[in-house]
T-cell receptor, first 112, second 115 residues
C-alpha cells in the first residue's frame, strides 16, 4: 500500500519568512496530492491540492510543487504570518483508489 | 452549518463497553470516510462508502469495528468491546466523487477515551 513520509515534524520560522514542508510517497500510481491545515482542536481543512499532470500550483502565499519522477511534493508558504501556525498534513491518493494516505504532519510555528 | 457533522463530540467509556458514533455528511456528497487520528499522527484510514456500499476497509480495522451507511446518507461507526488502544479522535469526512480530484471535507470528530 501507499506510504507517505513528511518532513520536518516541527518547523519554527520568524514572521515574514518562508516555510517549506516536504513529503515523499511510495506508490507511483498516486495521482492526487492534497495538503490540509489543522489548527489546534479543529478539523483538518484543505488548503491546496495538485494533480499528477501538473508540476506546480500556486494560490496567493501558498504553492505546491510535485516531482513525479522522484515521488516527492512540497508545500511552500511565503511571507508567513502568526495565523499560519498550525499542523500541516500532506496526503496522496491513487487512481481509482478511495482512500487518501496521510503523512504524520508538520507543526509550524510562526513567531511574531 | 452545512458542513460534516459528527456526534457526539466526546465519549468516555469503560473498557469492554460498546460505543457508536454518527456522521452526517454534506448532503450532496456520495462518498463518506472514517479516519482515526491519535496525537502527533496523521489521519489513519479506516473505511469508506460510496453511497450505501462499503468499498474498502483497512486491514487495521479489527472485527470489533463495524460501519454502516444504510441509506447512503448518514453513517455510524460502532466499536464493540472497547480497548484502551481505541482511544483516539475519530474523524468522518465526505466528498463528491468527481473522478479527477477528491477534496475531503472533515467533521470536527468524536474524541473517544477508553478508561
Amino acid at each position: 500500500g501507499e506510504n507517505v513520509e513528511q518532513h520536518p515534524s516541527t518547523l519554527s520560522v520568524q514572521e515574514g519568512d518562508s516555510a517549506v514542508i516536504k513529503c515523499t510517497y511510495s506508490d507511483s500510481a498516486s495521482n492526487y496530492f492534497p495538503w490540509y491545515k489543522q489548527e489546534l482542536g479543529k478539523r483538518p481543512q484543505l488548503i491546496i491540492d495538485i494533480r499528477s499532470n501538473v508540476g506546480e500550483k500556486k494560490d496567493q502565499r501558498i504553492a505546491v510543487t510535485l516531482n513525479k519522477t522522484a515521488k516527492h511534493f512540497s508545500l511552500h508558504i511565503t511571507e508567513t504570518q502568526p495565523e499560519d501556525s498550525a499542523v500541516y498534513f500532506c496526503a496522496a491518493r491513487g487512481t481509482n483508489a478511495g482512500k487518501s494516505t496521510f503523512g504524520d504532519g508538520t507543526t509550524l510555528t510562526v513567531k511574531p | 452549518d452545512t458542513g460534516v457533522s459528527q456526534n457526539p463530540r466526546h465519549k468516555i467509556t469503560k473498557r469492554g463497553q460498546n460505543v457508536t458514533f454518527r456522521c452526517d455528511p454534506i448532503s450532496e456528497h456520495n462518498r463518506l470516510y472514517w479516519y482515526r487520528q491519535t496525537l502527533g499522527q496523521g489521519p489513519e484510514f479506516l473505511t469508506y462508502f460510496q453511497n450505501e456500499a462499503q468499498l474498502e476497509k483497512s486491514r487495521l480495522l479489527s472485527d470489533r469495528f463495524s460501519a454502516e451507511r444504510p441509506k447512503g446518507s448518514f453513517s455510524t461507526l460502532e466499536i464493540q468491546r472497547t480497548e484502551q488502544g481505541d482511544s483516539a479522535m475519530y474523524l468522518c469526512a465526505s466528498s463528491l466523487d468527481a473522478g479527477q480530484s477528491e477534496k475531503l471535507f472533515f467533521g470536527s470528530g468524536t474524541q473517544l477515551s477508553v478508561l
